[in-house]
Nanobody, 122 residues
Framework: QVQLVESGGGLVQAGGSLRLSCAAS????????MGWFRQAPGKEREFVAA????????YYADSVKGRFTISRDNAKNTVYLQMNSLKPDDAAVYYC???????????????WGQGTQVTVSS
């Protein structure tokens, strides 16, 4: 069992940056592949980025590639999402998720956080 708590969301102007954090409980954080997803009002939840247990493998959605960076610190039980050059289309609730298997772009993750709101003003 792992509990995930996101933080770092907020209001930012278009072109600005935010860094989201997701803190995980427990001592086995390093066994989980981690993902970030987002859901905007009226839209389905979509994949944003994922990182393998070691951090050596990362996946990104095409819409964020080159602007967002996912990273993790296993010593701190935390995964990050650095978001640069934010656009109004990036506005959504961002969720982190964990799965005890290989890294994936699908949403079949075992554990989910409660989400953090990102608002981008134009």
């Amino acid at each position: 069992q792992v509990q995930l708590v996101e933080s770092g969301g907020g209001l930012v102007q278009a072109g600005g940056s935010l860094r989201l954090s997701c803190a995980a409980s427990g001592r086995t954080f390093s066994i989980y592949a981690m993902g970030w997803f987002r859901q905007a009002p009226g839209k389905e939840r979509e994949f944003v980025a994922a990182i393998s247990q070691s951090g050596r493998i990362t996946y990104y959605a095409d819409s964020v590639k080159g602007r967002f960076t996912i990273s993790r610190d296993n010593a701190k039980n935390t995964v990050y999402l650095q978001m640069n050059s934010l656009k109004p289309d990036d506005a959504a609730v961002y969720y982190c998720a964990a799965r005890n298997t290989v890294i994936s772009r699908d949403d079949k993750y075992d554990y989910w956080g409660q989400g953090t709101q990102v608002t981008v003003s134009s």
